[in-house]
């Protein structure tokens, strides 16, 4: 069973939305921490944003104010709303949930932001 799939990439115009989910198998339980890294070519994976089983989150620098990170707990599934998209945040999307010395991540998703 895979434990991490994404979906809801794509292509988009600049100044564009788009909204992953990453629905998270059953061994994922709402005590993980569930986050969004990218990576783009040539560049190391970065976070993008994280979110606490409290609910608490975070956000890069680049995509505050732009970028809103959601959990449903009941249907297991974090979300990323990606509003006013740039060039720059084009790059593969990955989910990752994290939970002690338990690390999950997803096989990604492709997002790309045309000028």
């Known amino acids: 069973q895979v434990p991490l799939v994404e979906s809801g990439g794509g292509l988009v115009q600049a100044g564009g939305s788009l909204r992953l989910s990453c629905a998270a198998s059953s061994r994922i339980s709402s005590n993980y921490a569930m986050g969004w890294y990218r990576q783009a070519p040539g560049k190391q994976r970065e976070l993008v944003s994280r979110i606490t089983t409290g609910g608490n989150s975070n956000y890069a620098d680049s995509v505050k104010g732009r970028f809103t990170i959601s959990r449903d707990n009941a249907a297991n599934t974090v979300y990323l709303q990606m509003n006013s998209l740039k060039p720059e945040d084009t790059a593969v999307y990955f989910c990752?949930?994290?939970?002690?010395?338990?690390?999950?991540w997803g096989q990604g998703t492709q997002v790309t932001v045309s000028s």
């Open positions: 990752n949930a994290q939970w002690m010395t338990r690390n999950y």
